[in-house]
C-alpha cells in the first residue's frame, strides 16, 4: 500500500480540532471549574434533549407498547367493535413464524433484496460519476449540475415519471422493441423499482465521494506518478483508499434509506403487490388496516434491523460516524484524515 | 472512553424515564369511555365542518355557501383531504381514533359505511327524516349497516358499457350485445373490417387495485352468483361466481381483452377506447363527456353492462354523507345533511359537476337526459347494481379479492382454486 502520510500542513487544516480536549489538569481549581462547566453543557444541551425525547423516544416507546397489543375485536351480537385493544404479548412477533409470516417475510426479502442490488449499482455508479465530476474539464458545472437533477426531483413524482416510463405502450417498451407489462406481478417489477432508485440515489453517493475526492492532496497523485504508478494503481491504492471513509458513510446512508423504502414501489408498482413490497409498506398496509398492533410490531421489527445493519457497519467495515469517539488505536494521520473528510461529506447532504 | 460510555448510559437511561412517564401519562386514559349510546341525540346548534375530498369543480362551496348565507350562526366550513381515497379514509380514521370533533359531517366512500359503523365512528341516523323512498334502492343500501341508516347518499355511481356504435353498425350488428357471447361475437364480426385492424375486443379495470375488485364483483354478479350472501357471510366458492371468473380468464386466454389491460385502471383503458384501440369499454359515466372531446367523439354509445344470460349488474360507486360520532352541533349537522341530500343539492350536483344523482326521478328528466345522454343507461345500470361485499374488514375483503383474481387473471391459478382460496380468506378475514 502506498504510504498515505500527508504533510503536516494540510493535517492541520483537516484535523486540527483533535488537540483541543486537553487531559483534566490535576487541582481542585480546575476540577471544580470542569464539574461547572459540565453543568453548563449539560443545561445547554438540555433542551435538545428534551426535543429528542419528545419526538424520537416518546414515539419509539409507544410503538414498541403499541406491538404489544392485538386487533380489535368484532362483537357478533350488536355488530359493534369493541373499545379497548387486547393485550397480546408477544404474540405479534410469534405470528411472524406462523402462517401470517409468509407476507412478512416476502417483505424482509424484497427489502433485502432491494437493499443489496440498489445499493451495489448505486455505490458503482456513482463512483464512476464522482470521478467524471471530479475532472477538470469545460463545461464540468454543467456535468455536476445534471449529475445531481435526478437527486432534486421528489420521489413521488420520480415515481409518476417512471410509471409512464414504464407503462405498457410507454419508452421502456418502445426502446427494447418487445412488450413487458413492467407494473404487473413478477420479476420484472422489481427490474423496474431497482432502475428507478438507482437512476434517482446514485447522485447522492456521487456527491458524497466528490466531496472525499476533493480531499485527497494532489502531492499524493504527483508522487504516485513519479513512482510509475498508472492510472488504475491510483485508483486502487490512493483514490479508493483515502476515499474509503466517505463512500462508506455514503453507503451506510443509502443502506438505512434502501431499507425503509417505501413511495417508489408503492407509487411506481402499486399497493400489496407481493414482488415489491416492502416492510415499510406492510407496516402502512396494516396500519391502513386498523390493526395497529401488527403495524406496529413490523415497523419495531424494521427498526431493529435497520439498527442492525447500522451497527454492522460501525463494526465490521470501521465506518467512523462519530468523528468524537475515534479509537486511540488507530494511527494519528490516518484518523485525522478520515475525520477530516467524513466532516466535510457530512456537510453536503444537508446544504 | 469507558467514563464517557458510562455518562452515555446514565443520560439515555433518564431519557427511558422520562419517555415512560410520559407513556403512562399518555396511557392513562385508554379504557374510560365505553359503548357510546346507542340512540344518538341529535342536539346543539353552531358552527361545524363538512369534511371531504378536495374539490376542483368548486360545487361543493357553492353549495355550502347558498347553505351559510341562510343559516348564518350555524356555518359549515369545508375541510378539503386529498383527493387520493386511501388518503381520505385514514385522515378521517385517525380524527376517529384521537377522538377529535375537528370534523362534523363526513363525506365517505359507500364501501366504507360498515367499518364506520362498527367501530362507531359514524351515529345512527334517523332513517324516517330523509327521503330514502325517492332515491334508488341500491344506493340507500349502501348506507345501512346491520339494517340501520348510518350514512344517507349524495352522489351515485355505476359501470356502463361503452361500445363503437359505428363499427358495429357497419359490421351489421344490428342489436347492441347484452351477453358476453353476443358481444364476443359481435367483436369476431366488427375485427373483420378492414378500419378495426388492430383493434381488441374488449377492456375494464383489472390492475391490481380497487378497480380489479370491482370488475371481479361485477362479473360474479353478472353470472348469478355473489361474494358475500345476504347475511353477509362469503359464499364465493360456486358454480355461478366460477362462470363470471371465467369470462376474465378465458377473455384473457383467448384475446378479447388485450394482455396489457392487466395494467388497465380507468385511465389506461379510456385512452385505449379514445385513441381506437378497444371496441368495448367497461368505465365509469365520467369518461362520456371526455370521449366527446376525443377522436372517438360521436362515434360511440353506452349500454348497460352485458352478463351471462341477459343484462349484466354494476358495482356501485359514490358517496354518502354520515356524522361523526365525536362532533359537536350535532342538530346543526343533521340539518345540513338533509340539506345537502335533498334533490335540489343532488340536481346542482347533478348540472354543475355531473356527479350522478341517488334521486330516481332525475334520471327520466328530459332537460337532464339531453345534458347527459347516458342518464337512462344508468339508471338501469344502478338498479341492477350489488354493492359490493359489505363487511366491516373491507380493506382486508377487497386486498383478498384483487390477489386470487389477480392470480386467475395471470394464470398462476385455475378460477377454481383462486374461489376456494378466496373463500378461504375472506372466512379468516370475518372471523377476526
Known sequence: MVDTKIPPGAADRTGSHTGKSPAPVKGSKRTWATAASGRTAALLVSPTLLVLTVVVLYPTLMALKESLYGTKGLDPQTGFISDTEPFVGLQNYADIFGDAGDRFWNAFWNTTFFTVTTVGLETLIGVAMALIMHRAFSGRALIRASILIPWAVPTAISGLLWRWIFNSDGIANALIGHQVLWTTEGFHAKVAVIIAEVWKTSPFIGLLVLAGLQ???????????????????????????????????????????????????????????????????????????????????????????????ALGFVRLLGADLVGDVGGPARTKGKSRLRRGSIRNSAEVPTA | MNARTSRVLQCSAVLVAAGLVLTACGSSDDSSSSGASKSPSFSGRGPITYAAAKDSSGVVQKVIDSWNEQHPKEKVTFVQLPADVNQQ???????????????????????????????????QLPAAQFPLDKMLKPTVQTGQYRDNLYAVPQSSDGGVLYYRSDLLKKAGVAATPTTWAEMKAACAKVEKLPEAKGMDCYAGQFQKYEGLTVNFAEAVNSAGGVITDADGKPNVDTPEAKKGLDFLVDSFKDGTIPKEAITYQEEEGRQAFQSGKLVFLRNWPYVYSLAEKSKVAGK?????????????SSSLGG???????????????????????????????????????????????????????????LKKSILNAVPRPRVVQYGDASSAIQQEAYAALNGDKSSAQALKDLQDELQKSAAQ
Open chain 2, 300 to 312: 360511440f354509445e353506452v349500454a348497460p353492462l352485458p352478463g351471462l344470460t341477459g343484462a349484466g
Open chain 2, 89 to 123: 379514509r385514514q385522515q378521517m380514521i385517525q380524527n376517529a381514533e384521537t377522538k377529535s370533533d375537528a370534523y362534523t359531517v363526513l363525506s365517505l366512500d359507500v364501501v366504507w359505511t360498515s367499518e364506520f359503523a362498527a367501530h362507531q365512528w359514524i351515529d
Open chain 1, 215 to 309: 480531499v485527497i492532496p494532489k502531492e499524493v497523485y504527483e508522487a504516485a506518478r513519479l513512482d510509475g504508478a498508472g492510472p488504475l494503481a491510483q485508483f486502487w491504492r490512493i483514490t479508493l483508499p483515502l476515499v474509503k471513509p466517505a463512500l462508506l458513510v455514503a453507503v451506510l446512508f443509502r443502506c438505512l434509506d434502501a431499507l425503509r423504502m417505501f413511495d417508489l414501489p408503492y407509487l411506481l408498482i402499486g399497493a400489496q403487490k407481493n414482488s415489491v413490497e416492502t416492510l415499510s409498506m406492510l407496516a402502512q398496509n396494516e396500519a391502513s388496516n386498523v390493526r395497529f398492533g401488527p403495524a406496529a410490531a413490523y415497523a419495531v421489527l424494521l427498526f431493529v434491523y435497520v439498527f442492525l445493519i
Open chain 2, 319 to 377: 358517496h354518502n354523507v354520515a356524522l361523526s360520532s365525536f362532533a359537536e352541533n350535532k342538530a346543526t349537522a343533521l340539518d345540513f345533511m338533509k340539506f345537502f341530500t335533498s334533490q335540489d343539492t343532488a340536481t346542482t350536483f347533478l348540472k354543475d359537476a355531473s356527479m350522478a344523482p341517488p334521486y330516481e326521478a332525475l334520471y327520466d328528466d328530459q332537460a337532464l337526459v339531453k345534458q347527459y345522454p347516458y342518464l337512462p343507461v
